[in-house]
């Protein structure tokens, strides 16, 4: 399977509640590797200013599909939601 699109969530969280942040992806990488209809990768990105989800899918409408799953808005929004300095920005791309 291959990446046919992305789903870009960045969050600014501050440093000290980074390593809460980096245990939630850890926590949730493999189950939605593995139970996410169409997941394909799955990357944390570090950058000074903020924090960024990159998540590889299948298609578009998969990567859309994550964010209305059970997983997302019941285990990854709940433990992240208080990490958060600023609301998160979510985007979708399709890979051309």
């Given at each position: 399977?291959?990446?046919?699109?992305?789903?870009l969530?960045t969050?600014?969280?501050?440093?000290?509640?980074r390593?809460?942040?980096a245990?939630v992806y850890?926590?949730?990488?493999?189950?939605f590797?593995?139970?996410?209809k169409?997941?394909?990768?799955?990357?944390?990105l570090?950058r000074?200013?903020?924090?960024?989800?990159?998540?590889?899918f299948?298609?578009?409408?998969?990567?859309?599909?994550y964010?209305?799953?059970?997983?997302?808005?019941?285990d990854?929004f709940?433990?992240?939601?208080?990490?958060?300095?600023a609301?998160p920005?979510?985007?979708?791309?399709?890979?051309?």
């Amino acid at each position: 399977m291959s990446v046919k699109a992305y789903l870009l969530i960045t969050m600014v969280i501050n440093n000290a509640n980074r390593p809460a942040a980096a245990k939630v992806y850890t926590d949730y990488r493999q189950p939605f590797l593995s139970q996410i209809k169409g997941a394909v990768t799955k990357e944390l990105l570090i950058r000074a200013e903020d924090v960024q989800v990159l998540h590889g899918f299948d298609s578009v409408e998969n990567a859309k599909a994550y964010l209305d799953s059970e997983m997302f808005k019941n285990d990854v929004f709940v433990g992240l939601k208080p990490l958060w300095s600023a609301d998160p920005d979510v985007k979708i791309y399709s890979v051309a």
